[in-house]
């Protein structure tokens, strides 16, 4: 099964523009690349996924690179309350295969 | 955006007891899934379920059951709960046939002495 692989910890200052790496080199056709974030004592909150195409949504972009084996999630302006977990994952329609989450990256806002 | 709950949020039992998880929700979302949390471990595929009467095993099923009797509901069961199976534990629902995504709720903090 394809694996994903992120950087375990990142910083950013506050109000500023924050991309976040996903590897996943192994991927396959019918996989979608979605994106989660845990805020500390919570569940995970979905926050965007794609398949080909860069995918903008209110929280959050996606863009995913030519050859589908890397993607970026981008924060446009970090606030305080973006401290948090981020799951790049891999999912297929009626699949629960590679439904398992790695541990992330810990993002650290800086006021 | 769904409506996932999870019960107890909170609980202390000892070793060798049963202990039922419950998570419900409301979209009458085909898939249910429950995961496990522990430290270095990211999350964790216990079981899951693709609608009434199915279930299956996911990465770390031993020791855990679950049961789908209607859409809304899948509760996992510890039949003899292990100091191992100290973990929070959240249950997710999806709807069917799609790559959508996922909805947690709030966890399930178990602790096994």
């Known amino acids: 099964d394809a694996k994903t692989t992120q950087p375990n910890s990142m910083e950013s200052n506050e109000e500023e523009p924050v991309h976040l790496p996903c590897n996943h080199s192994?991927?396959?056709?019918?996989?979608?690349i979605h994106w989660y974030r845990q805020l500390p004592s919570q569940g995970p909150e979905y926050v965007i996924h794609?398949?080909?195409s860069n995918v903008n949504n209110r929280m959050a972009s996606l863009a995913i690179a030519e050859d589908r084996k890397s993607s970026t999630l981008i924060l446009h302006r970090a606030t305080l309350r973006d401290a948090a977990v981020y799951y790049c994952?891999?999912?297929?329609?009626?699949?629960?295969?590679?439904?398992?989450f790695g541990s992330g990256t810990q993002l650290t806002v800086l006021p | 955006d769904a409506e996932i709950t999870q019960s107890p949020r909170h609980k202390i039992t000892e070793t060798g007891r049963q202990v039922t998880l419950a998570c419900h929700q409301i979209?009458?979302?085909?898939?249910m899934f429950w995961y496990r949390q522990d430290l270095g471990h990211g999350l964790r595929l216990i079981h899951y379920?693709?609608?009434?009467?199915?279930?299956n095993k996911g990465e770390v099923s031993d020791g855990y059951s679950v049961s789908r009797s209607n859409t809304e509901d899948l509760p996992l069961t510890l039949e003899s709960a292990a100091s191992s199976q100290t973990s929070v534990y959240f249950c997710?629902?999806?709807?069917?046939?799609?790559?959508?995504?996922?909805?947690f709720g709030e966890g399930s903090r178990l602790t096994v002495l």
């Open positions: 379920s693709y609608g009434v009467q199915d279930t």
């Open positions: 794609g398949l080909t």
């Open positions: 192994t991927i396959s056709g019918t996989d979608y």
């Open positions: 997710a629902s999806s709807r069917q046939g799609t790559a959508g995504e996922l909805f």
């Open positions: 994952i891999l999912r297929v329609p009626g699949s629960a295969r590679q439904l398992t």
């Open positions: 979209w009458n979302h085909n898939n």
